[in-house]
């Protein structure tokens, strides 16, 4: 499995556990739902408004984002 997918799979994760909606969700990341749903069926990558979005709402995701970025280079 590639960074990305475990960086959406901890999202999803976050998501489920607390039992968010995609549009409830995309909120609290600051983004569109339309790009969560992008974003969640790889169909587009994260940027820099997604990942700080992620960064602020789930601290414990900070390593796979960190992770996803050094892969990126």
């Known amino acids: 499995m590639?960074?990305?997918?475990e960086l959406v799979k901890g999202m999803r994760a976050c998501q489920e556990k607390e039992g968010?909606?995609?549009?409830?969700?995309?909120?609290?990341?600051?983004?569109?739902p339309s790009l969560w749903t992008c974003i969640k069926f790889g169909k587009r990558e994260p940027g820099a408004k997604?990942?700080?979005?992620?960064?602020?709402?789930?601290?414990e995701l900070h390593l796979a984002i960190l992770?996803?970025?050094?892969?990126?280079v």
């Open 20 to 32: 968010l909606n995609d549009d409830k969700f995309s909120k609290r990341l600051g983004i569109h």
């Open 67 to 72: 992770q996803y970025l050094r892969d990126k």
């Open 50 to 59: 997604v990942l700080k979005g992620i960064a602020r709402a789930y601290p």
């Open 2 to 5: 590639n960074t990305l997918e």
